[in-house]
Every structure is written in C-alpha cells, then in structure tokens.
C-alpha cells in the first residue's frame, strides 16, 4: 500500500496553492496535522463541478412526489442495470413505491454490491462513519462527488444571503473537529481558484499551545467554518474576534440556543445542515420555511412508516432517499434512520420537525410512554446547547448537559413535570470529546 | 415429451404479446399489484386443477427481494398457460402447479421476466420448458431434436449467466480492494463532514 503523491492530492496545483499549502502547514500556530489529503481534482474534474454548481444554482427542487421527478425513471432503469443489488431482482419496477426499501445494514453487509458497474474503481475513495446503530459503514464515493458539496452548501448560503467569495490567497474553509482523534490535514479548493481548506481538531493535545488555536484561526480568517455542535461550543471558548461571513453545522441536532449564541457571536448566519455521507447535504434548517428545505433537485425524499408505505403530508416518519448525486453509491428507497413529516410550503418541500435516527420512547414514572419528540418539546424553551437523554431498565434518567450548573433547576423542573414529580433523575456535566453524541436512548422497550 | 403440441410460433408470439397487466409487481406484503396466488388459482380452475391451499400460499409469500422474479415468472408462465391451445387440453394429470412453482423457481435464478419476453431467445426457451414440462414437444419436431434444442438454450443462458456471476464477483473485489487502498482511505475534500 504506497502513499499518494502530492500531485495525486492536488493535479491542479499551481504555484499560489503551493503557497497556500505552506502557509496552513508552517504558519507559526498551525497545529500538528496528523494526516494528508487533497482535492484530487483533474481539470477536467473542475469544470464538471462548476458545471454541477451552475445546474443547483439554478434548479427547482419540486414538490416530492414521483410524478414530479422526471429524471426517476430513467434512474430506475440504470440502476436496475448497472448495480449487483438491484440487477439480482429483475427488471426495474415502474413505480419505486414497489422498489423495496434498504437500510444502513444492508450497505454496511456489503458496499460493493451497491456500487454500480459504470464507476470507475480506480479514482474510488471512501468515507467511513462509525455511525450511532451498530452498523459501520464505508461509503463509496469520487473526488467529483466529494468537491460537489460545495454546490449544495452555496444553494443553502444563498437562502441566507451569504455569496461565497473566497478565492486565491484566501482561506475558504476550516473544518472544526473536537474529537480525541480526528483527521487532520490541511488542501485547496480548485473551484475556488484554490482557496485555502483546513481541517483541524479543536481539542487541545494536536496544538503546541493551546492560546494557538484562537491565534491560528485570526490569521486565517477562514470565509466559512464548518463543523458540529460540539466543536462550534470549543470554538465558542476560545473567545476568539473571528468574523467568518457563515457557520455550517453538520452531524448532529443543532439545538436553537447554541444557534443563537453562534449567531450572536459571529454576527453571521449559522446554516444547519441536514447531511449524511451516504447522500451529502440533504437539507438546511431555514427559521423562515419552519423547517429543514430539501437542497438536492434530483432526489426524491419520501416519509415511510414502519411498514414501508408512504406517510400522508404532515405525518411523520422515517426519512427515505432515492437518487441523489453520488454516482459511485445511487440510492434506492434508502431508510435513512433519521424520522420528520415532509410538506410543501411555499412551494418549496420541508422537513419539519427532524429528528436524527429511530424515535425513542421514555417511560414515565406513572407508566405512560413518550416519544422523545415530546422531550424535545418539553426542553425547547431553555436555553441547552448540548445534551443526551438516557433511561435505565429501572426507569431512572440520566440527563447529561453542556453548562449543568446554570441550566439543572429549570431542566429539573421541566423534566419533573414531563415525567412526573416521582421520577428518579441524574443530571451530570456532559463530557464534549466523546464524539457524535446519541442524543436519545433507552434500556426499556415499550 | 411422449406428445406433439403445438406449433412453437404460437406460444413464441404469445409471450410477445403478453399484457402489461401479466407483468406488473407481484403483491408481496404492502409492495406490489397482482395477487398471483389468485391468477395462479383461476388458471387452475379453468383447467380443473385442485392446487392446493399450500402451494396456493407459495405464490404469496416472500420478499420483493428475494421473490420477485419468481413469482412474475409465475405470473407469465400463467398467461402463457391460459393460451387457448392449453385450455383444449385435459391437464388435470400434468403436473401443472409445479410449472408454476418449481418450474418458475428454476427460471428465475437465471433469467429476469423482462429477458423471458423481450429476448427471442428466451421466449423460444420458455415456450418450449412450457410444452417439455407438460409431456409436450413442439409440432413437427422429434423427441430427440426437442430435447436437444431445449438443453442447448438453457445451457447457453445458464453459461452466460455463469460468466456474469464470475464477472460480477470479481467486480465487487475490485471494489472493496479499491477501498481499502490507502489512497481511498486518505478519501477527498469535502466542504463540511457529516
């Protein structure tokens, strides 16, 4: 297994994104990046993505239904064709309501089934998630596919007013992680006419010193920051005069207050991201549309029950993708494991009320279950950035939060009066470097 | 294949000629249109077939994806057997259901139902696996040269399918070798991370 080179991360490099490459790696408060990687980009590969920035641009992400998806058909056929999974059924069904559903654990059982002839395994990289169900998953994906996120987060920054700028010489983005071990490395943006690109990790063993954190990032006065909930709380922290023109919070729920704090600190837009590495970014959270509106134009997102059958508008249900733009993983009625209702408003289709990975329910002390929604419900007035449910088999709750010390009396009395009065309940300081939290979770099945 | 049948063309042009309707998703839990248990039923009262509620209910259970093609195989060997040539017939000792059942089960591990209609090929199988499984070879041929033509088809359909299974395996190796390289692990930018 040899390293790639330099010109296989960058083909494109010209000398100002050398430059730019040793400005992020040397500069005096750069942390101690523990990993390489690259935009992998052809020239050829760079156009094609400009020219996918131009078409979401310009799209109109229709009504969710699969009259309204003139591109399905077509896509049924080819996939029905093309990948091992689907080409063992038979023919493509002409209604994808009779295609049957997949989930995280059948891509995880075998991925390569699910990858279609036609993707040229050559230029094949992955993304792997550990995920919060059991289920590890490596996702097959492109250099193309991964530099065609850029083209969803600008439609989301449009909703907001936000026209990304960066260009050479500038830092486009830096990638927060907070994570006792995290990928970090330092690239460029061909699209962007090779804008700066840093992901580092927040938490203080990768830095020299830990002041360098807040230093490094005032230098490179990154454009966008990007990262979760987690490590936009570390950014927070640091208390740093930072004036990035957006914030993209991608991985998990992104709770209003945290919001509101980013907002308030940053003076800009916080745009949360509804994204997985089996689809890309699938939708941003807009106050305005009460929801999260769809960004994909040829997706088609469906709402199912636990049967398999299609939710009426407004019901809630599990999150379901078909299409999307990973040529190299095309998606079939896949069960997202993330639950919302979907419907139309002002003509633009929105998740409400979205919800990462299956509904937990809690029991109460007298008995009666509750949807973790209704917890949510019962938390949404206070002010918690972060924090995770747990219910023992005895019934008792742990509730762990960010800040316990300011927030414990009212979350106290909000959970007591959910829960009733004689609830068994814990509430601890919550602890940021474990990773992806799991927000809800239960000992106790209904 | 003791009797004559009919002519090969006409059962040929019958598959051709199949409906929509004898090709649409077999109805498998809430997936679906046609309950082929109940098509499968009908044709066996035309031909005064007891099936059985047992083989009945094999024609109605399963997965979409592990029993799709077999049960649409069904479906379309059920049209196929409704020709009128078959209804003149007294197939109360033939053994019918295990056309429908085992016999489209054989036919589905090698053959999507589409490929059955549209490939001339495989409709010349179909009509002649159809006649051979009823006691029957095609009019004007001799015993030997119905069997020989039979084999030949389905060995030649079974060979390529061979091969495609042989190619596809080691597509999926090239695959997970592909991700597994250290350049794939190293993966690409991207402009948020989930």
């Known amino acids: 297994m040899t390293d790639p080179s330099d010109a296989e991360r960058y083909p494109t490099l010209s000398e100002a994104g050398r430059q730019m490459l040793q400005r992020l790696r040397e500069h005096p408060h750069a942390p101690m990046f523990k990993n390489e990687s690259g935009n992998r980009l052809t020239q050829q590969d760079v156009e094609t993505v400009r020219a996918f920035q131009l078409e979401v641009a310009e799209a109109v992400v229709a009504e969710q239904r699969e009259e309204a998806a003139p591109w399905l058909a077509e896509f049924l056929v080819g996939v029905y064709r093309d990948v091992p999974f689907y080409r063992a059924m038979g023919g493509a069904p002409r209604r994808l309501g009779d295609v049957p559903t997949v989930t995280r654990a059948d891509l995880s059982h075998d991925v390569a089934r699910f990858v279609p002839d036609s993707a040229p395994v050559e230029r094949m990289i992955n993304f792997r998630t550990s995920g919060t169900t059991g289920h590890p998953l490596l996702i097959a994906s492109h250099p193309v596919v991964a530099a065609s996120y850029l083209a969803f987060h600008q439609r989301a920054l449009r909703r907001f007013d936000v026209t990304l700028r960066a260009s050479s010489g500038d830092v486009g983005v830096v990638l927060l992680g907070y994570q006792r071990k995290c990928f970090t490395y330092v690239s460029v943006t061909p699209t962007l006419n090779e804008a700066g690109l840093v992901k580092l990790n927040l938490y203080p063993a990768d830095w020299r010193n830990p002041e360098d954190r807040r230093k490094y990032l005032e230098d490179l006065r990154p454009e966008v920051l990007a990262g979760d909930p987690i490590s936009f709380v570390e950014l927070l922290k640091l208390g740093s005069t930072l004036r990035p023109r957006a914030l993209l919070s991608t991985s998990m729920a992104l709770l209003p207050a945290l919001r ?67 040529f190299c993983l095309p998606l079939v009625r896949y069960r997202t494991g993330d639950f919302a209702s979907l419907e139309l408003r002002a003509s633009e289709p929105v998740l409400i009320g979205l919800e990462g990975r299956a509904p937990v329910r809690f029991r109460t002390h007298a008995g009666e279950w509750l949807n973790n929604i209704e917890v949510t419900h019962a938390l949404h007035a206070l002010a918690l950035r972060q924090f995770r449910l747990h219910q023992a088999a005895s019934g008792a709750l742990l509730f762990r939060v960010a800040g316990r010390a300011r927030h414990e009396a009212e979350l106290r009395e909000a959970l007591l009066r959910l829960f009733g009065a004689e609830q068994a309940l814990v509430i601890e300081e919550l602890d940021n470097a474990d990773g992806k939290l799991l927000q809800y979770s239960s000992e106790l099945a209904p | 294949m003791d009797q004559e049948g009919c002519e090969l063309s006409h059962l040929m042009r019958r598959i051709t000629e199949t409906p929509p309707d004898f090709l649409e998703e077999p109805r498998l839990g809430p997936q679906g249109i046609v309950v082929v248990s109940a098509v499968v039923s009908d044709l066996c009262s035309w031909h005064h077939v007891d099936p059985g509620v047992a083989a009945l209910d094999a024609f109605a259970t399963g997965t979409p994806k592990a029993d799709r093609n077999r049960l649409r195989v069904s479906l379309l060997l059920s049209w196929v057997l409704a020709d009128g040539w078959f209804r003149s017939l007294d197939l109360r000792t033939a053994p019918l259901v295990p056309l429908l059942l085992q016999g489209a089960s054989e036919l589905s591990e090698h053959v999507a139902v589409e490929k059955l209609v549209s490939d001339p090929e495989r409709r010349e199988e179909l009509a002649r696996f159809c006649l051979a499984r009823l006691g029957f070879r095609p009019l004007g041929e001799t015993r030997a040269q119905a069997e020989d033509r039979l084999t030949s088809l389905s060995a030649a359909e079974r060979a390529r399918v061979l091969r495609a299974s042989r190619d596809a395996e080691a597509r999926a190796r090239a695959v997970r070798e592909a991700l597994a390289r250290k350049a794939a692990e190293e993966s690409a930018d991207k402009y948020t991370r989930e």
């Open chain 1, 260 to 326: 509101q704090e980013l907002e308030a600190t940053f003076a800009c837009p916080v745009v949360d991201l509804y994204s997985l590495n089996e689809a890309g970014p699938v939708a941003a959270f807009d106050a305005r549309a009460g929801g999260h509106v769809l960004l994909q134009h040829r997706m088609l997102v469906e709402i199912l029950d636990a049967a398999g059958k299609s939710a009426p508008s407004g019901e809630r249900g599990e999150v379901t993708l078909t299409g999307g733009f990973n």
